[in-house]
């Protein structure tokens, strides 16, 4: 004889809110030394300063967003997740294989946070430096 065994679960807990650390600019941490551990594309509402080429036909932008080891205080919050550049993101893609690298528990760094000049636009740019980089 088999007995059924009923568990409640209570869907109220879930739809609690849940306390979250909002992505700030990278920016923010100008000059400080980063290990990404994740890197993720959302889509989202544009801001006033998403340019209209980056605002897809749904109204929609992608925002890139790295999640570090390392958290900053950051307006009185411990930050740990900051949106990135296009820029960045190239730099981050070069790497072979590295959505598997950072599923895999490694690690992308340690790097710093800077700013380099274009030589095409002579415009600066966000950056990561990496040891015996010029700026490391």
């Known amino acids: ?13 879930y739809n609690k809110p849940q306390e979250q650390t909002k992505a700030v600019g990278i920016g923010k941490i100008l000059g400080r ?28 932008t992608d925002y890139y967003i790295i999640y570090t080891v390392e958290s900053f205080d950051i307006k009185s919050q411990q930050v740990s997740s900051f949106f990135v550049t296009p820029a960045i993101v190239k730099q981050i893609q070069r790497v072979p294989n590295y959505q598997a690298e950072l599923a895999a528990g490694k690690l992308f760094g340690p790097c710093k946070v800077g700013q380099k000049k274009s030589v095409k636009t002579n415009a600066n740019y966000w950056c990561l430096l990496f040891p015996g980089e010029e700026g490391y």
Do not use: H, V, W, Y
């Open 33 to 60: 030394i980063i290990n990404i551990k994740d890197f993720r594309t959302n889509r989202g509402k544009p801001s006033q300063f998403t340019s209209q080429s980056a605002i897809g036909d749904d109204g929609m």
């Open 1 to 13: 004889m088999s007995e059924t065994i009923q568990t409640k679960i209570n869907l109220g807990d």
